[in-house]
């Protein structure tokens, strides 16, 4: 499984940004995957944004994002996370990940496949 993110950037705080994922299956593995997002700053833990189960039908986002990112299921082992009314706070590298059978979202142990990251840059 391959993970690739895009659509990060800078944008000024209040602003928008949306990151799209992909994450490529071979067609002999499993049909299809969970996933999320996570984010880190330099000398900090990697903390979860938001999961998603692979139906889409169950999310999972972090007190501090809620109401302002969405997740969406734009096909299968495809996702976009829309991000409105962006912080400075919000400013750190995100990624991708995939995992075969996530239980817990915010568990990055479960994931088993992850992205390179793109930077999110919100000035004040």
């Known amino acids: 499984v391959t993970v690739v993110e895009s659509g990060g950037g800078s944008v000024q705080a209040g602003g928008s940004l949306r990151l799209s994922c992909v994450a490529s299956v071979t067609p002999s593995e499993y049909d299809d995957v969970d996933m999320g997002w996570f984010r880190q700053v330099p000398g900090k833990e990697r903390e979860v944004v938001v999961g998603?189960?692979?139906?889409?039908?169950?999310t999972d986002y972090i007190d501090s994002v809620k109401g302002r990112f969405v997740i969406t299921k734009d096909a299968k082992n495809t996702v976009s996370l829309q991000m409105n009314s962006l912080k400075p706070e919000d400013t750190a590298m995100y990624y991708c990940a995939a995992g075969e059978d996530v239980n817990n979202f915010a568990r990055s142990e479960e994931y088993e496949y992850w992205g390179q990251g793109t930077q999110v840059t919100v000035s004040s």
């Open positions: 998603m189960t692979r139906t889409g039908e169950r």
